[in-house]
C-alpha cells in the first residue's frame, strides 16, 4: 500500500495525515497561538496530530490569571518599561500596591490604563518643577 505521506507545515515532519478542519475541532484560541507563532500558516494548510496536541497542551497550562482584574487570559504581559509609559506601570502601582511589574498583566488592563492615562500629561519630572508661590 502506498500511503502518501504529507509534511506539516508546522513542525516540517512527515506524517501519514493532516489534520483540517481546525476550528470545529479545537479553540479559536489555539488556532490564533498556530498563527501568531507561525505567520505564514493558514489552517487550511492543516497539522499533525502532535503539533495539535502540543499546542492543546500549551494553551491550557498557560492561561494565567491577571493579577489586576484578576481574569484567566492566555498570556500576561511583562517587560511593561520597555513596551509602555512609566506613567502606566506607576499609576497601576498606585492602583494595586500591591502589584509588581514582574507579576505581569493582561491586554485588556494594560488598554485600560493606556485610556486612563491619555489626554493632559504631566510627566512626573513636569509635576516636580511646578513652582508653587508661598
Ligand atoms: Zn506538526
Ligand atoms: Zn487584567
Excluded at 3 to 22: A, F, H, N, S
Excluded at 49 to 59: A, D, F, N, S
Aim: charged fraction near 30%; proline fraction near 8%; glycine fraction near 8%.
Amino acid at each position: 500500500m502506498n500511503t502518501r505521506m504529507k509534511r506539516c507545515p508546522l513542525c516540517g515532519q512527515l506524517v501519514p495525515e493532516l489534520l483540517y478542519d481546525l476550528h470545529r475541532s479545537v479553540d479559536d484560541m489555539i488556532v490564533g497561538r498556530m498563527k501568531r507563532d507561525f505567520p505564514g500558516w493558514s489552517e487550511h494548510e492543516g497539522v499533525c496530530g502532535p503539533c495539535l496536541e502540543r499546542y492543546r497542551r500549551v494553551t491550557v497550562t498557560r492561561m494565567k490569571r491577571c493579577p489586576l482584574c484578576g481574569q484567566l487570559v492566555p498570556e500576561l504581559l511583562y517587560d511593561l518599561h520597555r513596551s509602555v509609559d512609566d506613567m502606566i506601570v506607576s499609576r497601576m502601582k498606585r492602583d494595586f500596591p500591591e502589584w509588581t511589574e514582574h507579576q505581569g498583566v493582561c491586554g485588556p488592563c494594560l488598554e485600560r490604563f493606556r485610556g486612563i492615562t491619555k489626554g493632559p500629561r504631566f510627566t512626573p519630572a513636569a509635576l516636580s518643577t511646578v513652582w508653587i508661590p508661598v
